[in-house]
T-cell receptor, first 114, second 112 residues
């Protein structure tokens, strides 16, 4: 079905390497988000973007970077500066900025760094 | 800062019983409250939401109540079934803003 596609589903990297997680949406949504999920915790906001070429830090942006060159794409780079990168990463979008529109999530990427 | 507390963290019920999950929020400007269900290894999916001008909303076996004065909102699942077993997240957002704040989640087990 149409929606948000995250790839890959599983990703393994060695410590010290940067890695980029892909997020593509065909919902024509303006706003896109990256969340991190750790066991026993809720979703924590890493970065968000309201429009193309604009993005803002969330609550846990350190060690991450993003870009928003196209409306449908919002890739997340996990850099070597991120101290504890192993986690489940979820990309999401909404069809309006704030408002009452719910988040639509991708299927997530499980990143393991050893 | 903005915070959403969710209880209990784990809930086990017998099939057919009701389940109640409670959340409190700190930002008095919050006025949109979605609930998400996440099955193991999958993405969270919206199951119901409520806006601050409404006190209660029902959708078949699921209902949500909101008490803005007390900053409490709750999810009620009646006639639980094994397929209701999942992690449930409450969330709150100020609709003038961008940030959705999530609770830590409740793992619901429905025993057949």
């Amino acid at each position: 079905d149409g929606g948000i596609t995250q790839s890959p589903k599983y990703l393994f990297r060695k410590e010290g390497q940067n890695v980029t997680l892909s997020c593509e949406q065909n919902l024509n949504h303006d706003a896109m988000y990256w969340y991190r999920q750790d066991p026993g915790q809720g979703l924590r906001l890493i970065y968000y973007s309201q429009i193309v070429n604009d993005f803002q830090k969330g609550d846990i942006a350190e060690g991450y970077s993003v870009s928003r060159e196209k409306k449908e794409s919002f890739p997340l780079t996990v850099t070597s500066a991120q101290k504890n990168p192993t986690a489940f990463y979820l990309c999401a979008s909404t069809n309006s900025w704030g408002g009452n529109s719910p988040l639509h999530f991708g299927n997530g990427t499980r990143l393991t760094v050893t | 800062g903005e915070n959403v507390e969710q209880h209990p963290s784990t809930l086990s019920v017998q099939e057919g019983d009701s389940a109640v999950i409670k959340c409190t929020y700190s930002d008095s400007a919050s006025n949109y409250f979605p609930w998400y269900k996440q099955e193991l290894g999958k993405r969270p999916q919206l199951i119901i939401d409520i806006r601050s001008n409404v006190g209660e909303k029902k959708d078949q076996r699921i209902a949500v109540t909101l008490n803005k004065t007390a900053k409490h909102f709750s999810l009620h699942i009646t006639e639980t079934q094994p397929e209701d077993s999942a992690v449930y997240f409450c969330a709150a957002r100020n609709t003038g803003g961008f940030k959705t704040i999530f609770g830590a989640g409740t793992r619901l087990f429905v025993k057949a």
